[in-house]
């Protein structure tokens, strides 16, 4: 499946308690921390949704808003790939964390390029996996309303019922060696070390 037949959508949820103020829009060189991963989203898929139940902080950004109350009140991941998946043009979505800006599109490309004829293609290291940053396709829509029904927000516990592709690390390394694609900002640690590999890159370092 190629990027542009899919939709991205990003999960700009949570709320940022560790960084005591909304981490997405924290600067990050010359654009937010979100601005980089809207770029890198918005030339590669066919449609950029953005899940947040902040709609007003993201109205300059060249994505679709959606609102995450679709299926229950409370705010969780599962939740948002729900709301994403309801309102994406396409079957295929692929889900990013809002926290994650330098995902690189070829490692998304490739994530896309092995999901036709699986319901979630994820990666994986070891028994560790990356729920936001995988493909979910609409097919999940009626496990994930079960959890959501019952209060159970844990993404992974409807893989058991869905034909899953699991996507190995170490075959991501060709397209990100230093795995940057998955480095999330919770933190004022984190926050730390996207300024440094921001400036390595501005060095021409990466």
């Known amino acids: 499946m190629q990027p542009k037949e899919m939709s991205a959508v990003i999960l700009a949820g949570g709320k940022s308690s560790r960084m005591g103020e909304n981490k997405l829009l924290m600067p990050l060189g010359e654009k937010p921390v979100i601005g980089h991963l809207t770029d890198t989203l918005k030339n590669l898929f066919g449609e950029c949704i953005m899940v947040t139940d902040t709609p007003d902080a993201y109205v300059s950004f060249p994505v679709r808003v959606v609102q995450d109350k679709i299926c229950c009140a409370q705010k969780n991941s599962l939740a948002g790939i729900h709301a994403g998946l309801v309102a994406a043009t396409h079957d295929y ?114």
Do not use: W
């Open 93 to 206: 979505i692929m889900v990013v964390a809002g926290d994650m800006p330098f995902v690189r599109d070829d490692v998304l490309s490739y994530l896309c390029n092995k999901c036709e004829g699986y319901d979630v293609t994820i990666p994986r290291e070891g028994e560790y996996l990356q729920p936001l940053c995988a493909v979910y396709h609409k097919n999940c829509l009626p496990q994930m309303e079960k959890l959501l029904t019952v209060k159970n927000y844990k993404v992974t516990a409807f893989f058991p019922f869905m034909r899953v592709r699991y996507v190995d690390m170490a075959d991501l390394v060709p397209f990100d060696r230093e795995q940057l694609t998955f480095l999330n900002i919770n933190t004022p640690e984190d926050y730390k070390k996207a300024l440094a590999v921001l400036a390595k890159s501005v060095k021409g370092g990466l």
